[in-house]
């Protein structure tokens, strides 16, 4: 039997065999180590060309070429759900050589499904590994409305959960076909939206993915990303629209206010939760040619509050202090500096408020107010958190399918606040048995002093090793008890290391010894 009519024989075995597959796998970035091959010497077992005859459910596949460049033979696929006709663009990337036996599905960000660069890296660790567009191209949320203007809910759908799901299934069945074994293993790795969508994988395909690892989630996506609309609107009700420099600083007193609380003086607040510090203190002072006034200080204790009902009830988390708060707070003043400032939203919460919420490209959110905030608050959550809120606490079918996921989180995070993650993590635990049972299956790492992409004056959490955590997990059995977060200057060298831990426990200083050794600080509850 030549490899081209082998192709074709597991191409038909595929077919049937995918419908029944909750396929899904994805990601892993660089690990330092090789990983141990789960089917030594194994090699293709039909040309990349041929894979363009497998026959997949309402899928096409369009090319599949060798990429000699990234050593992949690299597949492009469009699915599609009749009666609908919409096109999920599906990027896979087969290793020519060497591959490790799994499957790592990458993500997105912000609107964005995925991009196909994101093989390379996988690729090249000898993960056969996915991609998709999620439905549509590029990171502009304005594929949700459709030519009429209306909610496109087949394009929402597939940018909130079925295109990842897609991508696994035809990411699979792909690797099947060329190297005649399914993947052993399968990985998905993210971070905000791609942290969101492994989250959403272990909450509605609960087979795709043995493990995942989810940073900076971008869930609860139906309150927070209303919610950080918030700071416009407090300014807006204020028409007091507070400079860049002075959020600046109202982040540095609050870090100065609340620094030393954790015992070590680092710049880096380490438990931002517990700081109650009140913008009020800088009333008066002199921010360059500028004075801090009452009203500055009612708008960023606002900010920091999160969103609340004109009665004073919760809606959401606001940012955490020692968060930069000027990409929620934005304003500028058109160049001309002695002009009056404007408010410049967070660009993806401005789209989602009109495309989801106004469903009205050309809403202007200036004329938002209090109320109008409240009531399309309230619709983004009757309408969308099933959808896309990816909030949903029951895990017990990724738990029972043996599933593994870390999820770790900035605690100075500038465009999710890392509440959210807490809130979901703690509702977990509640859901699938309290604290024990759930780490079992479920961790979350927070870092401290560190934004959306993990930089900032705390110690940066390394990839690799929240990836290679997760592998031993899985496949050795091993859970992460101690994570490292490290800090490096401008030469690439070490600087600083600490220890995550597991929440609830945090890296508390030992009271001796270097505070910029991990070695020295040990696991609190
Ligand atoms: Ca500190």
Not at 350 to 367: C, F, H, I, V
Request: charged fraction near 20%; include cysteine.
């Amino acid at each position: 039997m030549n490899a081209n009519t082998r192709c074709r024989r597991l191409s038909i075995r595929l077919a049937i065999l995918v419908a029944a597959l909750a396929a899904g796998l994805s990601l892993l970035r660089a690990a330092e180590t090789p990983l141990k091959p789960l089917y030594p010497g194994i090699t293709p077992a039909c040309s990349c060309e041929n894979l363009t005859n497998l026959s997949l459910p309402n899928t096409t596949i369009e090319s599949a070429a060798v990429d000699s460049s990234n050593r992949m033979c690299r597949v492009t696929a469009i699915v599609t759900h009749p009666p609908t006709s919409d096109r999920v663009k599906v990027w896979i990337g087969l290793p020519l050589t060497n591959w490790n036996g799994r499957f790592q599905g990458t993500g997105g960000g912000g609107f964005l499904g995925g991009h196909p660069n994101s093989l390379r890296g996988p690729v090249r660790q000898g993960f056969s590994a996915g991609a998709t567009d999620t439905g549509h191209e590029g990171g502009s949320g304005k594929f949700a409305l459709d030519a009429n203007g209306r909610q496109d809910w087949q394009a929402i759908i597939d940018n909130a959960y079925l295109g990842i799901h897609e991508m696994t299934v035809v990411g699979k069945a792909l690797t099947q076909a060329f190297y005649g074994k399914a993947p052993r293993y399968s990985y998905f790795v993210g971070g905000s939206t791609g942290g969101r969508q492994g989250l959403m994988e272990a909450q509605r395909f609960p087979d795709d993915y043995d493990g995942i690892v989810s940073a900076c989630p971008a869930i609860n996506w139906h309150r927070f990303v209303s919610a950080s609309l918030w700071p416009q609107v407090v300014m807006l009700s204020t028409t007091n629209f507070v400079s860049k420099a002075k959020l600046a600083a109202a982040t540095a007193a609050a870090i100065a206010a609340c620094d030393a609380d954790d015992a070590v003086k680092d710049g880096v607040i380490d438990d931002p939760f517990r700081c109650a510090y009140d913008p009020k203190a800088l009333v008066g002072t002199k921010v360059g040619d500028d004075t801090f006034t009452a009203a500055d200080a009612e708008v960023i204790r606002k900010i920091w509050q999160g969103p609340r009902t004109r009665d004073g009830r919760f809606m959401w988390y606001g940012l955490e202090r020692g968060a930069d708060l000027f990409p929620y707070a934005g304003t500028t003043n058109s160049g001309i500096v002695s002009s009056p400032l404007k408010g410049k939203p967070f660009s993806i919460a401005l789209e989602y408020w009109l495309y989801y919420l106004a469903q009205d490209a050309k809403w202007d959110w200036s004329t938002l107010t209090c109320a109008g905030f409240e009531r399309l608050w309230t619709k983004s959550v009757e309408q969308y958190s099933a959808v896309i809120g990816t909030d949903d606490s029951d895990l017990t079918r990724f738990r029972d399918h043996g599933g593994k996921v870390i999820i770790y989180h900035g605690l100075a995070d500038e465009l999710i606040p890392a509440a959210g993650s807490i809130d979901y993590y703690k509702r977990v635990q509640q859901r699938m048995g309290g604290g024990k049972a759930t780490a079992k299956f479920a961790r979350l790492f927070l870092v401290p002093g560190v934004n959306h992409g993990f930089n900032g004056p705390g110690a940066r959490p390394t990839g690799t090793g929240f990836n290679e955590a997760l592998i031993r997990w899985v496949e050795e059995g091993k859970a992460p008890d101690k994570l490292l977060a490290e800090k490096r200057d401008a030469s690439g060298k070490v600087t600083r290391t600490r220890p995550l831990f597991p929440y609830p426990q945090f890296a508390k200083y030992k009271g001796s010894g270097s505070t910029d050794e991990g070695k020295d600080f040990r696991s609190k509850e």
